[in-house]
């Protein structure tokens, strides 16, 4: 029997859905919907790391009230309502309610935000000041008990906070209790912020640092659990990571430990029998396959994630894994295959997105259709048109994904330049540029020195001097 001073993590009732804010949401799928809170939160100044999983745990009654930014942001975008409007209660309700139950000093914040996440505060104050200063939010308590309890993943996950990946790698090597469902709740959460922080920021800055979380992650697979359904939570979770960390290896160019992470998610997945992320794990394995100058094993990979994927229910998982046989067939040079990959990705597309879409797919929309088409075209050798797909993609994204606006107007830049467009070309290299500050990417560093040699025999061309003189200039990451 627990102590009475220990709060159980679970609540005393369980939540009442949050059914206004579910017909708010409309037909929008929750990643849809989540799209448009970040493009309004941008509107008012404010920064949210808005997902789809956090708009179904306002739906699902787990956020009985948001924080302050995110009220600043919901009342935007539903002028004339009130929070018991949009289905939250009051937060006078919620305020303080475990610092009364267990004495506990309250932590928290939007437990999806960023380095970057509040900008006009001070950028020194660590992570327990800002944590105090927003006691009152709701949506945190499960993350702060996370944090409270104190194994290998719960660590890594905290580290995965405001001010970047810092981790105590010897956390890594202490006993592990048996995991529980904080464990399984926290390394989830440190999926969500490698992923959040790699569409902001890209891959180089984060690979060293969050291949420590996975080791935390594998420990707490060998310490057990305490019940099956946390076990199978922790197997997937320990499996995404697997994929997040192998894809930070695979944007940094480090191609070989990206095929051991994917092989590892794989293993796990069969282990398992974990559709969802062996599909995922096949998904990334084609991508990495193509990139690699293994076109044939591309499309294999597509092919088999493919048949795994069908049970999930998902078109806009088929559609992205049909554009990933596309690649491998760009790479094949058979341009009847690609084109009817590419046409059976974009009939799928246009199916919608539905309650089934995983998670880890918010990146995918239409700019990256748009994207992923333009790198087929390219490699077939068809400049004008995927320069016209790339610029298409370049302007859909959403501003969130600042790595993928870089790649889409390198993908753009090259494109134009090898298409006979240097004075553009450049144009686009220089918008490149001025995102390299944020984006730390070495495939957008290796397209961008491509297109500067393509260029350089157009020196003269006006524009082409600036982008290459800047390029040069630029100091080399290691």
């Not at 099956?228 to 990571?241: F, N």
């Not at 069908?310 to 790479?331: K, P, Q, T, V, Y």
């Amino acid at each position: 029997m627990a102590s009475s001073m220990v709060t159980s993590s679970q609540p005393t009732h369980p939540p009442r859905p949050n059914l206004a804010f579910r017909q708010l949401r409309g037909r929008r799928s929750p990643a849809e919907f989540a799209a448009a809170v970040r493009r309004s939160a941008r509107e008012i100044g404010e920064r949210v790391s808005c997902d789809a999983r956090y708009v179904g745990r306002v739906e699902a009654g787990e956020i009985r009230c948001p924080n302050y930014a995110y009220e600043r942001v919901f009342l935007h975008m539903f002028p004339g309502r009130t929070l018991a409007d949009l289905g939250f209660a009051p937060r006078s309700s919620v305020r303080g309610r475990r610092a009364r139950d267990t004495g506990e000093t309250q932590g928290s914040g939007d437990p999806y935000e960023t380095p970057d996440a509040h900008p006009h505060e001070d950028r020194n104050r660590t992570f327990h000041e800002i944590h105090e200063n927003d006691e009152n939010d709701e949506e945190s308590d499960v993350l702060r008990r996370a944090f409270m309890t104190g194994g290998g993943a719960t660590v890594a996950a905290a580290s995965l906070g405001p001010f970047g990946l810092a981790y105590d790698a010897a956390a890594a090597e202490r006993p592990v209790r048996r995991a529980g469902a904080s464990d399984a709740g926290a390394l989830e959460e440190a999926v969500r912020r490698i992923r959040l922080l790699d569409d902001r920021h890209g891959a180089d800055g984060l690979y060293r640092r969050a291949a420590a979380p996975l080791r935390a992650a594998y420990a707490l697979l060998d310490a057990g659990a305490t019940r099956q359904t946390t076990a199978d939570r922790l197997h997937s979770g320990a499996g995404e990571l697997a994929i997040s960390v192998g894809w930070l290896a695979h944007d940094s160019g480090r191609w070989d430990d990206a095929r051991s992470h994917y092989a590892e998610a794989l293993a796990t997945a069969r282990m398992t029998g974990d559709d969802a992320l062996e599909a995922h794990a096949f998904c990334n394995t084609a991508f990495l396959a193509r990139d690699a100058g293994r076109p044939r094993e591309a499309v294999r990979a597509a092919q088999a994630a493919q048949r795994v994927g069908r049970s999930l229910g998902s078109s806009r998982l088929m559609s992205l894994l049909a554009l990933r046989e596309a690649g491998g067939w760009a790479g094949l040079a058979d341009r009847i295959a690609c084109e009817q990959a590419l046409a059976r990705a974009q009939a799928l597309f246009e199916r919608g997105s539905s309650d089934a879409d995983p998670e880890w797919m918010s990146f995918y929309g239409e700019a990256e259709l748009e994207g992923l088409e333009a790198q087929c075209w390219s490699t077939l050798g068809d400049w004008p048109r995927a320069a016209r797909h790339a610029r298409h993609a370049a302007h859909l994204q959403d501003p969130h994904f600042t790595r993928n606006i870089a790649l889409y107007t390198a993908e753009l830049a090259d494109d134009l330049a090898r298409g006979g467009h240097p004075d553009e070309a450049a144009t686009a290299g220089l918008r490149v540029m001025d995102l390299l500050d944020q984006v730390q990417s070495s495939r957008v560093q290796t397209m961008l020195a491509t297109t500067a040699r393509v260029l350089l025999p157009h020196r003269r061309a006006s524009g082409v001097s600036t982008f290459l003189e800047r390029h040069a200039s630029r100091p080399r990451t290691a």
